[in-house]
């Protein structure tokens, strides 16, 4: 990472133009306050991970042994549904979101985001878009059930009534996602402190610079997709029914155009703060800082080129499967880049092993073997066996569990202190992580299996013979859901009580938000810093 | 400074706002750009060759299945299927097969066929020389008929196609029929989708 030498005087707490926040309800409601909204956005993503994760373990359950014990195939769907939206949208995006929230003006010593009302506004639409698209489970019909993907005609003439709250839900969290999207970018650009360019912007601060980007160019995608879907549902269009001249597999394009860069959106973030934590507690400078920027942006420009790879099956012109093979192969290049500067980072260092540098290895080394098994499914031929099996599951698993969800957590217990003014308790992390992994491995390694001999993926029943490494996964399941409640009783152990933590926390700690007391001021860097 | 600084925020959030709406147009305008694709390369089997060919040569050196699949949308009670499920021919070879319609109801319908070709590769090189997709079919209540399809395959079919399937779809224009008060049309026009 850039040097990042800092004048420090500048941290004036006790100024007496700043008073702390407002008191009661009043002070979240109207807050415009960036570390506010960041612990909201968190708070919000962490009640949606355990609704989420409620709704994975019962597809679990039900999953535990072969025939249909717990749940109607219907509701079963539903969960299948529900489960990957609110991952996708509510649990992760917004974690992402709150940590850009929390850290980015201190990174780049801003006293705020560029626009806070939008800021306040941008968070406060999303617990109404989860409402809505919540309370579809309540409503006749049920709710939506032909999978995250949505492919049409499944989400249009044959949709439930309800899919048009799911719309609406849809609409209604791209919004807050553009808007959080556009402060980010202003924050970025126009509210550095001086001295800082932008090739001594931490990692992170990069990162989500170009997430931003890419939410900017293809949320209006997802807009412009469920409203051609509201439309055929309601104004008697055809974009998606062939029998009016439209075409369903137009849908796919359309869906996997946004599809695509999202789920770079949801990892590119978590590479930035895996590029905090590793100098960190490595003790040294991230080995090659202009090639990971580099990296970032050149897989971030490629996820615009490869989206038909998730549709190699659809009967695509060979010219077509060869060029989305290559183009997605690619995109192994500076992905491998990454994960060799990381290693780099980590080699001849005086490494330490606290909670946020194991959550930062297991990524570097589970979200490796993620991309591997997509190098497999970027295979054209190959994937005509592997297209909707267990073997997707496990892949986008990997890459998005011990990917985005562990990068979340090594981020939370990397920045905690600062936050809460409080030491971490290491035991209770190393249980969490350890928990964690485990769990993890146990539940998405045997997909991998049942999916290469075949099981197909969103069913609530499968062939016996699928049975054992099923119960495996399930048992898997159940560990690396109940641990998480390891985690949520440690960080409010951790916000209630806890050793001092010190202004720099961690002893290899370097860049802005290090030079900040613990717990950080309310209101930070008024005076901008002079970075060196 | 901090002014400058606020005008300069407000104009870059006005431009990636605006971004964001032209992107928005975007997602639609990748409807009119899919279906020109499509047109051009004849990807997805929607291209039509239709009406008499003139191809002379017939290739004996291989023959290639032809596959026929009949889909009856949602609310179509018609039933509509082929009298041969494959047939073999040698490209370049006229053949001629046929397929049941029976219309079940007890009022009178008119339905369209729509015909789909996969691989889309082959949708080129297989030519309806006539066929019943041509023409809307009007059946009286509890009526059946006989469709016929005159297709050939062009000889220029590449080497590695061995198997064309031939797709149609049979879709209820009955209600559209009676508004427009169309007389089923004679000329072999082109089916426009």
């Known amino acids: ?532 | 400074m901090a002014v400058q600084n606020e005008k300069q925020t407000k104009r870059l959030a006005v431009r990636l706002a605006t971004a964001a709406v032209v992107m928005f147009g975007f997602g639609f305008a990748l409807v009119p750009l899919y279906d020109v694709l499509c047109d051009i390369t004849g990807l997805n089997g929607k291209n039509f060759n239709q009406g008499p060919t003139q191809i002379a040569v017939v290739d004996g050196s291989r023959t290639v299945k032809v596959q026929f699949i009949t889909v009856n949308p949602a609310n179509m009670p018609w039933s509509f299927e082929p009298t041969e499920r494959s047939i073999r021919v040698s490209p370049g070879e006229d053949r001629q097969t046929v397929f049941y319609a029976k219309n079940p109801t007890s009022k009178w319908m008119v339905a369209q066929a729509v015909p789909s070709v996969t691989p889309s590769e082959a949708a080129p090189y297989l030519h309806k020389v006539n066929c019943f997709c041509f023409e809307r079919q009007p059946l009286e209540a509890g009526a059946d008929t006989e469709m016929p399809l005159l297709f050939v395959v062009d000889p220029e079919l590449p080497e590695y196609i061995s198997t064309i399937t031939l797709s149609y779809a049979l879709y209820d224009l009955t209600s559209e029929q009676k508004i427009t008060q169309v007389k089923p049309s004679k000329d072999k026009g082109r089916v426009s989708l």
């Not at chain 1, 373990?57 to 609110?86: K, S, Y």
């Not at chain 1, 931003?212 to 807009?223: D, K, R, S, W």
């Not at chain 1, 008697?236 to 359309?254: E, K, M």
């Not at chain 1, 905090?276 to 080995?287: G, S, Y």
Request: with cysteine.
């Open chain 1, 1 to 532: 990472m850039a040097t990042v030498d800092v004048d420090l005087p500048h941290v004036k707490d006790e100024d007496p133009h700043h008073h702390g926040p407002a008191k009661g309800l009043g002070r979240w409601l109207y807050t415009t306050n960036h570390k506010d909204i960041g612990s909201m956005y968190l708070i919000f993503s962490l009640c949606m991970f355990m609704i989420g994760g409620t709704m994975a373990l019962i597809i679990r359950a039900e999953l535990f042994q072969p025939g249909l014990q717990l749940v109607e195939p219907n509701f079963f769907n539903q969960m299948t549904t529900m489960h990957g939206l609110i991952m996708v949208f509510g649990a992760v995006m917004p974690a992402f979101v709150g940590l850009a929230n929390w850290m980015i003006p201190m990174q780049v010593g801003a006293p705020d985001m560029a626009l806070p009302r939008m800021n306040n506004w941008s968070f406060w639409i999303l617990p109404f878009a989860f409402l809505i698209l919540l309370s579809s489970l309540f409503m006749p019909g049920g709710a939506p059930n032909f999978g995250w993907t949505f492919y049409a005609p499944l989400s249009t003439t044959y949709a439930p009534e309800s899919v048009t709250f799911f719309i609406f839900g849809v609409h209604i969290m791209g919004a807050s996602s553009i808007m959080g999207a556009i402060n980010i970018i202003a924050t970025i650009l126009n509210m550095r402190a001086p001295g800082m360019t932008l090739l001594k912007m931490p990692l992170f601060v990069w990162t989500w610079l170009i997430t931003a980007f890419l939410l900017i160019a293809v949320m209006p995608v997802l807009a412009g997709v469920v409203t051609m879907m509201l439309m055929d549902i309601h104004f008697g269009t055809s974009f998606f029914n062939a029998a009016g001249g439209g075409d369903p597999v137009l849908f796919q394009h359309v869906f996997w155009f946004f599809g695509h860069p999202e789920v770079y959106i949801m990892i590119l973030p978590a590479f930035g703060i895996i590029s905090e934590i590793i100098p960190t507690f490595a003790r040294k400078r991230l080995f090659g800082y202009a090639s990971m920027v580099y990296a970032v942006a050149s897989i971030a420009l490629l996820s615009f080129v490869v989206w038909a790879h998730h549709m190699f099956t659809v009967g695509m012109p060979l010219v077509g499967e060869v060029f989305f093979m290559f183009a997605t192969m690619l995109i192994a290049v500076p992905t491998g880049v990454k994960v060799f500067n990381w290693v780099a980072t980590m080699f001849r260092g005086s490494l330490t092993f606290e909670t946020p540098m194991l959550f930062a290895l297991a990524f570097v080394v589970l979200f490796t073997i993620g991309g591997f098994s997509g190098l497999m499914l970027a295979i054209a031929p190959a994937d005509f066996q592997y297209h909707d099996t267990y073997f997707v599951v496990a892949h986008f698993h990997y890459v998005l569990v011990p990917g985005a969800i562990f990068s979340i957590m090594a981020a939370t217990y990397y920045w905690l202190p600062k936050w809460t003014g409080h030491q971490l308790n290491e035991t209770m992390g190393k249980i969490h992580f350890w928990l964690s992994f485990v769990g993890v491995n146990i539940t998405f390694f045997p997909m991998h299996f049942v999916g290469l001999a075949g099981m197909p993926r969103r069913i609530p029943d499968y062939a016996l013979q699928f049975a054992d490494f099923n119960s495996m996964a399930s048992v898997g399941a159940f560990i690396f859901g109940f641990s998480q409640l390891v985690f949520i009783y440690n960080v409010i152990q951790n916000v209630r009580v806890g050793e001092k933590a010190t202004a720099q926390v961690w002893e290899g700690a370097q860049g802005l938000e290090w030079t900040l007391p613990s717990p950080a001021p309310y209101h930070t860097f008024s005076t901008p810093p002079e970075v060196k």
